[in-house]
């Protein structure tokens, strides 16, 4: 089966930040990221795990060069959204697959994907998609192996350095 994915893009220089157990209530991801784009910080790939007596784990990727303003500012973020605590992840990647306008429509891409990464021993951290894309978090130490795999696999055209600097 040809899947309907026409590039790969890979973000090495990224970190994964998590806030434990924030509120789980209207409003409470509207202050945080209103806060990060107050002290200009872009969050890119943003995630809430599922509530569980009305907190979740919410997670977002920013870039390695933005880390340290998250920290100047760790305070903040936790009390924003009331939140136990930040952990941060330095060792992560993002890799990027987006595909045409059959992305969503045919059965199978993100099992696919999933596979290939899964034989080559490669973890998936975090999951996103959309209509025309699929995104995953692995361990930045693992990209290599990723890329390998899927390359074979895929015969993709790869980008690294989803962003610019």
């Known amino acids: 089966m040809r899947l ?3 590039d790969l893009w890979v973000a090495r220089r990224v970190a994964k ?3 434990r157990d924030a509120r789980d209530k209207p409003g409470v991801a509207a202050d945080l990221f209103s806060l990060l784009s107050e002290l200009g910080i872009n969050a890119e790939f943003i995630l809430q795990g599922p509530a569980r007596r009305g907190r979740a784990d919410l997670a977002f990727l920013v870039l390695e060069s933005e880390l340290p303003k998250v920290m ?5 973020l936790v ?5 136990h605590d930040l952990q941060v992840d330095r060792k992560v990647a993002l890799l990027v697959f987006y595909g045409s306008r059959e992305m969503h429509r045919t ?3 993100a099992a696919t994907l999933f596979n ?3 034989a080559a021993g490669v973890n998936i951290d975090m999951i996103s998609t959309s209509l025309d894309s699929i995104a995953v978090v692995i361990r930045e130490e693992r990209v290599d192996d990723a890329l390998e795999a899927l390359r074979e696999y895929l015969d993709l055209e ?3 350095g989803y962003y610019e600097e």
């Open 72 to 76: 100047d500012y760790y305070d903040q």
């Open 4 to 6: 309907p994915v026409e």
């Open 17 to 19: 930040v998590t806030l």
């Open 158 to 160: 790869v980008h690294e």
């Open 116 to 118: 290939t990464l899964a």
């Open 107 to 109: 059965p199978g891409v």
């Open 79 to 83: 009390e924003a959204v009331d939140a």
